[in-house]
């Protein structure tokens, strides 16, 4: 492990570019800026799950009831990082909110018992605590059906179980879950929208404008390195920043017109919560640290329809984690993870997310795909960077004022912000498809019926309440819960269709998905990284029945990847070698 450097080039050279490496320690000031970085890119997609679940669990209203929930959001994105680049797969990933929890979220709220009550039934004479209880009650429900499914996903990983499941999970199973995920909320984003569509607009027209026309400029920057000393270096900072400058720029104009009295100052008025002050109270009422502890809104309920659809979130939530696994490895010119990593990085992510449901996040943790392509921009992939990054995310959890400042945000901007978040989910569900023939009539003809039957169910369950009547009424809630996941419709049917309906492995895209997820390049260009547990390892190596166990750093188990009842793909880590060519 190489401390303190500025710069090393030799190394850089032999890593595709990288500055610093997994292994590398940049000097303090640097990793706390790099840190920083990292920790500022995932703010964007992290805060809005709290605005949404504040919207799904009828507290829009409750300004305190959002900044708890933020507050609680950036704390376990901390402990979450700091877990999973310590004893989990040990790459540089940041772990943030998932928005893949939010479709079954949404369909356990239409669920009649925690459909939002009228306006009208909430005396006005109401206690806080009544008000809390309304969205604590609701969330309680989240939080033990998020726990039992996150046990589910620490035993996938502790056993190694997910290794056989892949087999059967190809790009045509993915790709609708994925892409479904963004196309079903297109409501969510809407009914933020909604509250100024003009603000709504400018927001994404700056962060597309920032992202897309501005992306190449480079802004100079005063820096300074042992080698060049005190220097101007260039900074790609629209490309790496496109969400704060948009939230920045449209606040700025919301409070301009808040002054301005533009904006109504009634509350009743639609616009209303466009206004910069609209929450201002919660700033008073917030306290300076908020401490999140276990089981603060009471004791978590069960059902089995919300562990169902929370278990279906979690599964897609892991197959989109291994991929970020590789796709870290390969962006930081480290050699691919063990077996034993990727078991231990589901592990850690389970073990997060229940820590996550015990605390009352409402969401998983899961890893984030933008600050792993941060790596490509920024070339830092400095493991202490990233430890560095979840000490922030978690020190700012714990301010509870923090959490208050960005209720303020107006939500139109909120809105806006949704609207490309949620469509580049479903744009990089769609991208997976690269992998496929696409000429191919068989293949379309699953992405066609996945993704039409993945929005057609939901819809014409949630326009007939009650069209489903087994006779058993715990049925009937699995069944509405399930059916009412566009990504669980959608993904059930990839799946089937792809695993029984004949096609070659080239033709169902497993062949190139596997070698863009498991090829990482030539191993001369390859940085050693340990993936092992430091100081304690060579002690566990020195147990025998330690080999035994999927997440030891001594198993040594090879995985087997990608295949299905049609056009298997089996073998070992020899024979799958993209390179082979005896494939």
């Not at 799904?56 to 900044?67: T, V």
């Not at 928005?99 to 939002?116: D, G």
């Not at 994404?204 to 005190?230: D, H, N, T, W």
């Not at 990089?428 to 009539?441: A, E, H, M, P, R």
Request: glycine share 10%.
């Amino acid at each position: 492990m190489r401390e303190g450097q500025d710069k090393p080039q030799e190394a850089e050279a032999n890593r595709g570019g990288i500055v610093y490496g997994v292994e590398d320690v940049p000097s303090p000031h640097l990793c706390f800026l790099f840190a920083l970085q990292q920790a500022l890119l995932c703010l964007g997609s992290t805060l809005s799950i709290p605005f949404i679940l504040t919207e799904l669990l009828c507290s829009r209203d409750n300004a305190d009831a959002r900044a708890q929930l933020l507050c609680i959001t950036m704390f376990m994105c901390g402990v979450a990082t700091i877990l999973q680049t310590t004893t989990g797969i040990r790459l540089g990933i940041i772990q943030g909110g998932s928005h893949t929890f939010i479709a079954p979220i949404v369909a356990m709220m239409s669920i009649q018992k925690f459909r939002c009550p009228d306006v009208s039934a909430l005396q006005e004479n109401a206690t806080v605590t009544d008000r809390d209880e309304v969205w604590q009650f609701r969330l309680r429900e989240i939080q033990g059906n998020l726990m039992l499914a996150s046990v589910t996903q620490v035993v996938l990983g502790c056993t190694g179980l997910m290794g056989f499941f892949l087999r059967f999970i190809g790009p045509l199973t993915i790709a609708p879950t994925i892409s479904l995920i963004g196309l079903s909320l297109t409501a969510v984003a809407a009914d933020f929208n909604k509250i100024h569509w003009g603000i709504s607009i400018l927001t994404l027209v700056v962060m597309v404008a920032s992202s897309l026309y501005l992306g190449g400029f480079q802004i100079p920057f005063p820096a300074y390195s042992r080698e060049k000393k005190c220097h101007v270096t260039k900074y790609p900072f629209f490309q790496l920043m496109p969400v704060l400058i948009s939230i920045i720029i449209s606040w700025i104009l919301c409070h301009v017109l808040t002054v301005t009295d533009v904006f109504p100052n009634n509350v009743t008025s639609v616009n209303y919560y466009a206004r910069s002050d609209a929450r201002l109270d919660v700033l008073d009422s917030m306290p300076w640290f908020y401490f999140p502890y276990p089981f603060q809104f009471g004791m978590p309920t069960f059902s089995a329809a919300g562990y169902v659809g929370m278990l279906a979130a979690t599964l897609s939530s892991v197959i989109e984690s291994i991929g970020d696994y590789f796709a870290c490895a390969r962006l930081s010119g480290a050699q691919p993870p063990p077996i034993h990593a990727l078991n231990r990085g589901i592990a850690t992510e389970g073990f997060s997310s229940i820590i996550s449901g015990m605390v009352g996040a409402g969401h998983a943790t899961t890893s984030y795909s933008g600050n792993i392509g941060a790596i490509g921009i920024t070339k830092v992939a400095s493991r202490r960077v990233f430890q560095v990054a979840g000490l922030i995310l978690l020190v700012c959890g714990i301010i509870g004022k923090f959490g208050a400042v960005l209720t303020l945000i107006p939500d139109p901007i909120i809105g806006g912000s949704l609207t490309v978040v949620f469509g580049m989910v479903a744009a990089v569900g769609i991208s997976v498809l690269q992998f496929t023939d696409l000429g191919s009539t068989r293949n379309l003809t699953i992405v066609a019926v996945s993704i039409i039957l993945g929005l057609m169910v939901p819809q014409w369950l949630q326009s007939n309440p009650g069209a489903i009547d087994t006779g058993n009424r715990d049925l009937d809630q699995v069944l509405e819960v399930l059916l009412g996941t566009a990504m669980f419709v959608g993904g059930i049917l990839g799946f089937i269709l792809d695993n029984t309906v004949p096609g070659t492995p080239e033709e169902r895209g497993l062949v190139k998905w596997r070698e863009n997820t498991y090829s990482s390049g030539s191993a001369q260009e390859l940085t050693p990284v340990q993936y092992e547990w430091p100081y304690i390892t060579k002690y566990i190596e020195k147990l025998k029945c330690c080999s035994y166990f999927p997440v030891s750093p001594s198993f040594k188990e090879i995985p087997i990847v990608c295949c299905g009842t049609r056009g298997q793909i089996t073998g070992t880590e020899e024979e799958m070698d993209p390179e082979n060519t005896n494939l």
